[in-house]
T-cell receptor, first 111, second 113 residues
Framework: DAKTTQPNSMESNEEEPVHLPCNHSTISGTDYIHWYRQLPSQGPEYVIHGLTSNVNNRMASLAIAEDRKSSTLILHRATLRDAAVYYCILRDVRNFNKFYFGSGTKLNVKP | ETGVTQSPTHLIKTRGQQVTLRCSSQSGHNTVSWYQQALGQGPQFIFQYYREEENGRGNFPPRFSGLQFPNYSSELNVNALELDDSALYLC????????????FGPGTRLTVT
């Protein structure tokens, strides 16, 4: 199973953009890139996903490198409510039943 | 539209006992996955059920078993509890399909003493 590498923690100031990186050098052509986040004392929450092209939704943007070996989750204006652990996950479309989390990046947002 | 619910919220068991955790999927979802999350770690995939059959399993022993019912609710059963089974157990429901997102419940905190 392809793995992802993320920094253990990052810090941001409120109202500023945040770029959360993820490396997935062994990604295969059938792997989707998913991002989830987990707020304290809650289950993980879907943020965004993509395959090849950059994606935008109301929560965030996902920038995918041309070779797909890395991606970046972009929060355009961090708020205190965005403080959470962010997980970058590869999901093989051929094995939709497999969904493996790594250790994630703990994002701290300072007021 | 109701979200994913889990019961109980917290549970304390002793080593060697058996436990059953329950999950009610989001309306219309036909797939449920279970995860174990130890303190300070990411969720670990236990197994997934689709159309009432196990449809994939992570690296967990057979004493972890499950059921999915026709109304898409689900159970996770753990036999012969060990101290290391203490964790947050999460279920997530989804619609089978390419890249379909999963909706997680709040989890059940299991403590084994």
């Amino acid at each position: 199973d392809a793995k992802t590498t993320q920094p253990n923690s990052m810090e941001s100031n409120e109202e500023e953009p945040v770029h959360l990186p993820c490396n997935h050098s062994t990604i295969s052509g059938t792997d989707y890139i998913h991002w989830y986040r987990q707020l304290p004392s809650q289950g993980p929450e879907y943020v965004i996903h993509g395959l090849t092209s950059n994606v935008n939704n109301r929560m965030a943007s996902l920038a995918i490198a041309e070779d797909r070996k890395s991606s970046t989750l972009i929060l355009h204006r961090a708020t205190l409510r965005d403080a959470a652990v962010y997980y970058c996950i590869l999901r093989d479309v051929r094995n939709f039943n497999k969904f493996y989390f790594g250790s994630g990046t703990k994002l701290n947002v300072k007021p | 539209e109701t979200g994913v619910t889990q019961s109980p919220t917290h549970l304390i068991k002793t080593r060697g006992q058996q436990v059953t955790l329950r999950c009610s999927s989001q309306s219309g979802h036909n797939t449920v996955s279970w995860y174990q999350q130890a303190l300070g770690q990411g969720p670990q995939f236990i197994f997934q059920y689709y159309r009432e059959e196990e449809n994939g399993r992570g690296n967990f022993p057979p004493r972890f078993s499950g059921l999915q019912f026709p109304n898409y609710s689900s159970e996770l059963n753990v036999n012969a509890l060990e101290l290391d089974d203490s964790a947050l157990y999460l279920c997530a429901s989804s619609l089978v399909g390419t890249g379909s997102e999963q909706y997680f419940g709040p989890g059940t905190r299991l403590t084994v003493t």
